[in-house]
């Protein structure tokens, strides 16, 4: 041992932000809508969770007589400390979201429960593939539904206003609809001449690099925003906050992008996911800072806004041998933001008994995310059934939009 | 053999880490023999083991931080004592969340400083964080080891080896505070020493090391019928099995079940390793915990395992090391990294074959690769990770990396924190994962800041002769020469195709 001698000492309290656990990315243009006769103005924002939701923890089905013995150590109860907060006399909201559920009072979030996408496996890898690429099945990935939403809207301005960059772009937004990213950080910057030589000898000699590097210079330009230069926070969680807050900025503007796209890792809660406290607990109240940063940060923007919150899949009912859940299948989409016709849970409630699971061991879903997503689409930005079903869904006919989920 | 310039980039570029600076003549060498300057290093005896003075072994870096984290229990437990005393004892101190091993396991997630600002300035080195604990000053001690290794590294083609399979079978040390500590002490005894041996034994040293078993909870896990099991009321986690299925040798898709995962998790139940106490063995070591294994025979992929203790599951991981599915993911994700995003089929066909029968020798794959006409015939699409592209830019500068804040700050801004990658699926191996605008705008911020601290002292033309001599395109020529100053031109040439492409 004699090698670690001499190597210990005090704790530190330094810290800093990894930025990988939370970015954000736009489409590139403000779309002519429609609907602009009606003066609204749309904003659609949807977040991914990376590495699947414990649906049954975060809008526990406390009235269901199964949920507390599967759930076990972790499952949330009606009453006492860290009580849930019921949502209706059967569904409860995990204790570590307020703003979400005040928002739920207010009707501005709803909950649908025992939802998936189409994809049955257990691969978090595959399971955001089809997640985010909106095909029935893994394995695609050059472009997400998003991004093949947006190809449909006519086009409008260019946006001119983003604000810094950071490392990658969701695979739901990624496609040939042009789009931006932005992350916190605090670097030096290149000076614009050395910036636009690169750019002559890319255009010469590598197209690809040239496109992706006029993209990241345009972002360059308003990025002295006073809150984005600022120091990030001190861990993933007040990272969710700050990401969101400065998406929610980029996307209030006038000449803004409507549309983003965010993602969030690290929900793969497999040992010690904890109950009303603890790990899960903290994401999941990060998340709830982003969504009520979303809520301030847009202004009055914010009635016109629907964020859609959805992960690859689910985990099991039953709790595990180390207090998590392993990976399953159905689980929740959450929607927030005034324009979602909320204070509601809507669900088929498929049951926790154990013929009830989804091979005896899932949630068993009983609503399709893609016609979540497609109602979200249509309601917002009048995207067709035809559209929907066969460029942003490929073959999804039978899967119809859910009506009504916007006011 | 004449002097091909073309392939003395596909040699040191696609190989290797970029050719060094100085009087290194490393484009020259590549230029004369491209074949024998990235196959000399296989041959050389242990090309792959890192061991230097001030590199510890797993079991000795466990002790340190279990006795790092008691020494802390013990002082929070006194601190907490005395103010109990001294305050009112009837309010219960507010739900005092147990200190110990998840505040400290939060510091250490606690990333580098945000010292990208200062990616791999020249000097002054930067101090250490004061008071850095051992998780950190470990963590700096083995990342620095790795730097060095790879700079000086004459073509770097082993090293590119071990990225690639540290990676493949990555642990995230963002984890907590075992998967911190053990970051580079996992690589060096579970990866290096079988960069060039059987793939077997490189499964078998992966699944059965403690940062592993940590990093995938598997030291958690307990048969449910096992004594522990029954005693603790608690049972399985697949976390673990899964991944050796799905990520580490037979692939999605390469025809396992669900129940083939819950088989092979009630398998390696028990494998954990030894805390603090040593209860089980030595801390830190891996042992076999026989009370926590789940008894009796499981079928796994058809085959029925007889309990046999931990060879129960050594005996499932050697079949699947051999399974031809696992060939076909190796071999794919191998021509992927050094060859294309989409790599040649029949390339691919090779290397399985040759995976398949040589029962997984990982040199003779890796000299497959080397041998094969479409390696060296693809052109160079890929792009440099942002690990290999600021090991490139300090070989090329000469560099003698003394400061590891330069380097561990400089792969966070470019989305890849070393050994700490968001999934167990590790760090993207496409080419558009990196040339995503955010990360070019990146790259070219980081390439001005390293010019503008050694532009001065040299001169980019000479160096664009030693990165691609005539294999430099004239637009690349032409805007080196024409740049207004060293410390642009440098930054050029840092960001040229020739110099991110491999």
Redesign the interface.
Known sequence: ?Q??EG???????????????AAFAAWAYVPKFARAADGRDPRLVVVIL??ALDGLATVAPIGDPDYAGLHGSIALRPDGPNAAVMLDSFFGLHPAMPEFARMYRARQAAVIHAVATSYR??????GQDVLESGFAG?GRVQSGWLNRALEALPKGERVTRALA?????PLVL?GPAPT????P???????D???M??L???Q???P??AS??????Q??KAAQGDEMKR??GT?GISAMRLVARGAAKLMAADDGPRIGALAF?GW?T??KEGGP?GRLAQLLGGLDGALAEFESGLGERWRDTVIVVATEFGRTARI?????T??GTGTVALLAGGAVKGGRVISDWPGLKPANLY?GRDLAPTIDLRAVMKGVLHDQFGLTDRVLAESVFPDSQPVKPMQGLVV | MARDSQAALVALNRFGFGARGGASGDFVNAAFDPRGFVKSELNRANAALLEMPGLCSTPALGKALFDYQFEIQQARNAAAKSAATEAAPAEPKAQRRNPSLSSIAKDMTAKEPMAQADAMQPNPPRPPPQQANVIQKTFRTEALARVQRATFAECGFVERLVVFWSNHFCISASKGALARIWAGSFEREAIRPHVLGRFADMLKAVEQHPAMLFFLDNQQSLGPDSRAGINRNRGLNENLAREIMELHTLGVGGGYTQDDVTALARIITGWTFAGRRGQLGPPGTFVFNANAHQPGAQRVMGKVYEPNGVAQGEAVLADIARHPSTAKFIATKFARHFVADDPPPALVAYLQDVFSKTDGDLKALATALVDSGEAWQAPLTKMRSPYEFLIASGRLLGRNPEDPSRYLGGLNVLGQPLWSPAGPNGFPDISAAWAAPEGMKLRLDISAQIASRLGDGVDPRELLELVAADAASPDTRRTIERAESRQQALALLLMSPEFQRR
């Open positions: 041992m090698c670690c190597l210990r000492s005090q704790a530190t309290s330094r810290r800093s932000l990894l930025l990988g656990g990376r590495g496996e257990r691969s978090h890898f595959d893994p960059v950071g490392p990658t772009t990624r931006v990213g932005w992350a950080v605090a670097l030096p910057q290149v000076d001449d050395t910036a030589r690169l002559e000898l890319y010469h000699r590598d690809a690099l992706a590097l006029t993209q990241g210079l972002l360059e120091k990030p861990n890792d793969d497999h040992a406290v595990n041998g180390t207090e998590g392993d990976h091979q």
